[in-house]
């Protein structure tokens, strides 16, 4: 009986399952809900994300993933297994060969932590690749030609900024300002001018709805409902998107002058064909209103959005699963 394929793009934020010959069949976010006492998962996934902020003292609503690495291993594991499970990549009689992303930038032992997770849900062969390099592939970049191309993957942990050429990564940079960076920046202002106490699942909402890093790239109001710090009962304010543009200033500008440094730090002939083919946005954080003009105006380099930013990277697993005989090595 044949073994299946399986890419894995184990975000922070979501986990994305590719299945060789049948495309993209998992999309859950990275939650595990875990009953305090028996330690015994109650959830995983969308169920366990419905959860987050809303449990009793005896449940526990975790994100195993912190930064693009492993914060809670039996968590990780509890959580792979049961996606593994769902998609039937692994039955009695065979064993999966699973293809699994990781930000470039950690280290071996975050590497080895994450092989070990893959291989102890009873993976036959788990291979590492880099996640600028997936999002790149699964971008419709050609990267095998001696030519310079400029990725910059936001996570939901971690933005991987990245200049491939000849299939390798030849100048990269991994920082921990990402989606995650951007809740906190939106719960953080709320919190400090109207004194109003919202969550993580609020914060994720006004974010996608009137999220906006580049001026006059949106104007829109939405009504957020929070805590009243300081009566302690529930409150509601309305909030523009030139607001949200001020919280989110400084974690963008730290993207843009991490991309600043990565070009500059590149070969001069590979700079040359950036300027000719220009940048691709990827993940999630490419959703975010005004990302490619903020680059642009900044960086005075062409800058586009992949055209499905948040499976970029699932969808390059698929390609190089289907070219797997250049990563087994």
């Known amino acids: 009986m044949f073994s299946k394929d399986i890419g894995i793009d184990l975000g922070t934020a979501n986990v994305l399952i590719h ?8 999309n859950e976010p990275s939650v595990v809900a875990i009953d305090n006492d ?17 449990t009793p003292g005896k449940v526990k609503a975790i994100r195993p993933l912190k930064d693009g690495v492993i914060a809670d ?19 009695f009689l065979s064993k999966p060969r699973i293809l699994i992303c990781c930000p470039s930038n950690i280290t071996q032992v975050e590497k080895n932590a994450i092989k070990e997770a893959a291989e102890r849900t009873g993976a036959k062969k788990v291979f590492l690749e880099e996640e600028p390099k997936v999002a790149a592939v699964g971008a419709g970049m050609d990267i095998s030609l001696p030519s310079g191309n400029m990725v910059v993957d936001i996570g939901g942990g971690t933005t991987d900024i990245a200049i491939l050429s000849l299939g390798e990564i030849v100048n ?33 909402n006004i974010k996608f709805a009137i999220g906006n890093v580049f001026p006059d790239s949106l104007k829109e109001k939405m009504e957020v409902r929070g805590r009243d710090l300081i009566t302690g009962l529930p409150h509601t304010i309305t909030i523009c998107s030139e607001e949200i543009e001020e919280a989110l200033r400084e974690s963008a500008y730290i993207i843009v002058n991490t991309a600043k440094f990565v070009l500059e730090q ?36 062409p800058v586009r959005i992949a055209n499905s930013p948040l499976t970029c990277v699932v969808e390059g697993t698929g390609i190089l699963l289907n070219n797997i005989h250049l990563i087994d090595r």
């Open 172 to 204: 990269c940079s991994s920082i921990k300002i990402a989606g995650n960076t951007f809740d906190n920046d939106i719960e953080k202002y709320i919190k400090e001018k109207y004194k109003l106490l919202i969550g993580d699942r609020t914060a994720e």
């Open 266 to 301: 590149t070969p001069p002939e590979l700079a040359a064909d950036i300027i000719d083919k220009g940048i691709v946005i990827t993940g999630g954080g490419a959703l975010i209103k005004g990302f490619d003009q903020l680059l642009n105006y900044e960086l005075k380099v």
């Open 38 to 54: 028996t330690k015994k998962p109650l959830a995983v996934g969308t169920k366990a994300h419905e959860m987050l902020g809303r």
């Open 19 to 26: 299945v060789k010959g049948e495309g993209i069949v998992l």
């Open 73 to 91: 291993f039996d968590a990780t594991e509890i959580m792979l297994n049961h996606f593994i499970k769902e998609v039937n990549g692994k039955t």
